[in-house]
């Protein structure tokens, strides 16, 4: 597990890219045959990737954690932007197709990914939280999520918004999770911009196609900067920072929250002509 230490909106000021990118940005996560785990400091938030091939992989606990097995002080969110495959909690199984979410609830104890076929492996991205309480893990089909059709073909915006994780739909203590998916000839996600005072935000792009890329803005609304994201690039949004991206092509990309509350609309909206 690789442990990032974010910083202040005011040391950002004065970082370069590189130094941004090591920050805030991970481009190392998804990669065949392991499991990759980010922990920031940030909400003690953790993301990562599990991709299992030929061998079902199991979900490790590290010293990181300091815990006897990874649930047991956290919930877990998984999404399946892969092919088919099951995910088995302390000995139950559940199949998750591509765009599905899986909630696994605080004290399971043994986590298992596995593919249905190694040609086409199932790529279950990780988000997980500190947990206060326990709520049953939940499989949420794409047809049982809640899908909120926005933007317009004049902004450049259409999109819709597929949340799984969230109050009415799934339990959970603090995880809010779903993706955001752009309709063809539509470029902009989440603008105008917010921040989320209450809460820190993770993205990870993917549907991205190798000679297209998202330019992702973060920072305060005043002074903004921009890093290029490509398939499966997950970035760390803080709660002074923006977190809105517009790319090359149609594309898509998972939120995931944490924090106060789980109020989706919870958020302190930037007018367009504020940014800088």
Same mark, same amino acid.
């Given at each position: ?17 590189q130094e941004l ?46 815990s006897e097995y ?7 969110? !998984? =999404?399946? &932007? *892969? ?9 139950? /199984?559940?199949?998750?197709? $591509?765009?599905? !979410? =899986?909630? &696994? *609830? ?9 593919? /249905?076929?190694?040609?086409? $492996?199932?790529?279950?991205?990780? &988000? ?108 760390i949004s803080p ?38």
């Amino acid at each position: 597990m690789e442990v990032r230490y974010t910083t202040g909106k005011n040391e950002y000021k004065r970082m370069t890219t590189q130094e941004l990118r090591d920050a805030f940005m991970n481009t190392k996560l998804c990669e065949k045959g392991k499991v990759n785990l980010m922990y920031c400091e940030v909400e003690r938030g953790i993301a990562g990737f599990a991709v299992p091939t030929t061998k079902a992989l199991s979900m490790p606990a590290g010293k990181e954690i300091a815990s006897e097995y990874f649930c047991e002080r956290r919930e877990l969110g !998984v =999404l399946n &932007v *892969g092919g088919e495959g099951t995910v088995t909690c302390d000995g139950k /199984k559940y199949v998750l197709k $591509p765009r599905e !979410v =899986l909630y &696994v *609830g605080r004290g399971t104890k043994k986590i298992v990914f596995a593919s /249905k076929s190694a040609k086409t $492996p199932a790529m279950f991205y990780l &988000v997980s939280y500190p947990a206060h309480k326990e709520f049953p893990t939940k499989l949420i089909r794409f047809e049982d999520a809640n899908h909120r059709h926005c933007g317009t073909k004049e902004d450049c915006n259409l999109r819709t918004i597929h949340q799984f994780i969230l109050p009415g739909r799934c339990d959970s203590c603090q995880l809010v999770m779903g993706y955001t998916e752009l309709e063809p000839g539509s470029n902009w996600n989440t603008m105008p911009a917010h921040t989320h005072e209450r809460r820190t935000e993770i993205y990870m792009y993917f549907g991205i196609e190798p000679d297209q890329c998202v330019f992702h803005f973060m920072g305060p609304g005043e002074e903004t900067r921009h890093l290029a994201m490509h398939d499966h690039d997950v970035v760390i949004s803080p709660m002074w920072s923006i977190h809105s991206g517009v790319g090359t092509k149609a594309y898509a990309f998972c939120w995931a929250m944490g924090g106060e509350n789980q109020v989706f609309d919870d958020m302190d909206g930037i007018p367009v002509d504020a940014l800088r």
